[in-house]
């Protein structure tokens, strides 16, 4: 077993003959099998898996920036090997081809060994809404995974593949990173292709890449953000923002304006990544939080919730009650919203965006925890609203306000009922900020070498590294 | 009088000694006071024409670009002198300031006669659903003036101003300028404030501007056009594209996909145009309208109307019955669509947007007519919303699909029922192509030097330059 399994590290046992790209592909496809996480809705078989190995025949890392490089996809994103069931086995369909993104991965050499579970619909931030199980963090079982990429998230972390597909409306691409200890990117909209995902609200929706480092990510983008003209949200990237200056300035929210949800460890943790970008020549700025706050608000007590049934009208009118409850209650509550309300949300959007550009417009980029806390899998079960919502604090306004966000590791708790439990902080900047996100956390991983994703982040090994 | 009245010819009347400023405004407002066509809904009083005159005492056309020109506001859009009725009584309000707009035109040395009358709520493109009274053309007084922009188109074309601010949200800022020969400049949306105007659909609503020249448009736009951070939906210019290249090549549709509603006077100046462009140095592209003609179904047809609601919500609840019967049909409309119908709208939107920019890359420009007839005010009292639709056949789409267009004078119906009506073609182009399109604007009025406005456009003189 190669680890830590990183693109450069396969490449590198590929060239020198350490492993061959089919051991390695049976191990990963092995390994997700066993996964005691519920993180697969599905897997292909060895003879799927073969054909990808075939195809890679001819190739090598010289050619194909993702040769060999294993993958997981959440299952609201074809795959032309296995149905697409959105976490509803009712709603499932054999897709005839690859969502474009997948396509271009595979292209790219990168292979795919199955389908993750997820919130159903991709409603949700905790990863336990899913008739294919609870989807068990992979650090300390007894906590969610996060969702609504659950699955995506905790096979990376576990070290089953490299890199996984996730989607993000909400907060999905980045709640579940943090919670595992991995990377999630969440670029702006539009920059990877949504044809072949099913959508959540689409006009929001982006497909995110968890891996567990930026080298990985900075890889795996370009071949992951390639425009898709069928895709009618996608855009092209209009200018090219490489970089983060050396000194740097980042914002961050007054005291009063944070929420940590009793979690003091989480707080501590926080204080101590903003000493950490200090140390790397960064600038605090205190910003306003409130327009980002109101903003993350409306989203899941707006109209937004009816681009939910909108995506899924025909289904939703037919087979209402195959889909989980706490589903039923959330798209069902679309039907009171009028086009009139969904108009002026609208507008009360566009002027937080005014206000939210402002506050961004100071600095080079915007740093909040990715989640103000954790739960456990009991927890949630007994109040799965509230502890859902809460997990948004952070989140929720991002898509809406149109920006480009990164989710980081950023340490672990180090005293605590959630001791050892991982926390992440999220930067975030304009749309089309993603190459400059992506400098600034590979700065970020050389300042604070964290041990990798889960396996690396066993309780042996945290009391190195407590928070950085 | 000096006529043509244009910013040009004021400002060397003003230079030479030929008229004063004082002499000139307050003979613009008697004959505004006299105007036969029901331009207005409110004009100023002498001694509040006076305080703008004393204001300009000690400066000159070498410091204000727009020293001592006089303008007409329509009448959604604020004036800190008079009401705001949006065209009905019930609703109208005394706004404490002026439009943001308006502010600038006026420090710009721009000075207001008064407000203009509209289709009430900005809600048509006729001109006669006032309770002002019916807007009269202002070259044939048995033909509607168009709309909503009515008295604003007219009293410019009738020389009582030198230009006008209009509204524009599916086509009022061009279609009465083409039926009353004279260009109206449709920018992009967010590039004139909206802020002080009554909104229509707020996400689609552009202040627009009327006048007889390009080089008028030219000295006014840019005063106009000033970013508006307190907008919401302002946006600043991205690039600039400042003119178009002497051998251009512009779209056109197919036969098939025109439609002139059997006035084949109308077509034979259509086709005259086409030939002028060519003789310009254009060359001409068949594109595919159909992308742009479903948009335009989209806007009449789907959940945009629940914008109007939106907008006045309050007002429309308590007052419904005092709002003009078609009025309250249109408007009333709205309550029909829900949320989901909003978002499923603006995906369908969102892939006809993909498939009319392709199209439109092709070429420099689009040329349609603005219209494909034009109607007497008793076809429309019978026909009230049938024609209002046929007459935004070309024009709906334009800001749903966030285009930039400018409304052109070509020429007049040489023959038929509508003989000496004017023609008008409509060049368009993406969002933030303003300056290229007046720069095409100016070398098309240079081609084709028609009478100005209707004072110069009376039957005596149409026989001069029929169709260019």
């Not at 474009?100 to 991965?105: D, E, I, N, S």
Request: hydrophobic share 45%; proline share 5%.
């Amino acid at each position: 077993m190669i680890e830590p399994m990183t693109v450069a590290a396969l490449h590198r046992a590929y060239s020198n003959g350490a492993i061959s790209v089919g051991e390695l592909l049976h191990d990963c496809l092995a390994r997700a099998r066993n996964d005691s996480h519920q993180a697969w809705i599905s897997l292909l078989s060895d003879e799927q898996l073969e054909t990808y190995i075939i195809n890679l025949a001819d190739h090598s890392p010289a050619d194909l920036p993702l040769y060999g490089i294993p993958f997981a996809i959440k299952d609201n994103i074809d795959l032309a090997d296995l149905p697409t069931t959105a976490g509803c086995p009712d709603y499932s369909y054999q897709p005839s081809e690859h969502a474009f993104v997948v396509a271009k991965l595979i292209a790219a050499g990168a292979v795919p060994i199955g389908k993750t579970n997820l919130d159903q619909f991709a409603t949700g931030l905790v990863g336990t809404r899913s008739p294919y199980g609870e989807c068990h963090n992979s650090i300390n079982g007894d906590y969610i995974s996060g969702g609504s990429s659950a699955g995506s998230a905790v096979s990376v972390a576990d070290g089953q593949v490299v890199f996984s597909l996730g989607t993000d409306t909400a907060g999905s691409g980045r709640v579940p990173a943090a919670f595992n200890n991995i990377l999630g990117l969440k670029g702006s909209i539009g920059r990877i292709s949504c044809r072949g995902v099913v959508p959540a609200c689409k006009s929001l929706d982006c497909v995110t890449i968890f891996a567990k480092t930026s080298d990985d990510l900075a890889a795996i983008w370009p071949v992951a953000a390639q425009f898709d003209e069928q895709d009618e949200f996608a855009r092209l990237q209009p200018e090219l923002i490489k970089a983060v200056a050396p000194n740097f300035k980042f914002g961050v929210a007054s005291a009063e304006q944070l929420e940590f949800f009793a979690d003091d460890a989480a707080k501590s943790c926080y204080h101590q990544a903003i000493t950490t970008l200090t140390e790397m020549g960064g600038q605090a700025v205190i910003i306003d939080l409130a327009p980002f706050s109101q903003a993350a608000k409306l989203l899941y007590e707006g109209p937004w919730v009816a681009e939910r049934l909108a995506a899924l009208r025909e289904f939703f009118s037919a087979h209402q009650e195959q889909t989980l409850p706490v589903i039923q209650t959330i798209i069902g509550g679309a039907a009171n919203y009028s086009a009139a309300d969904a108009y002026a949300a609208l507008y009360q959007l566009k002027a937080l965006k005014r206000q939210a550009d402002q506050q961004l417009a100071q600095v080079d980029f915007i740093v909040t925890p990715t989640t103000g806390t954790i739960y456990t899998i009991d927890e949630v079960k007994a109040d799965p609203i509230t502890l859902n919502s809460n997990l948004g604090f952070y989140t929720n306004f991002m898509n809406l306000l149109d920006y480009s966000a990164i989710a980081l590791p950023a340490g672990f708790r180090q005293n605590g009922t959630k001791q050892g439990l991982p926390f992440g902080i999220t930067l975030f900047g304009p749309a089309f900020y993603e190459d400059a996100l992506l400098s600034i956390a590979s700065r970020w991983q050389k300042q604070l070498p964290l041990p990798l994703g889960a396996l690396q982040a066993q309780p042996q090994t945290i009391d190195l590294c407590v928070c950085g």
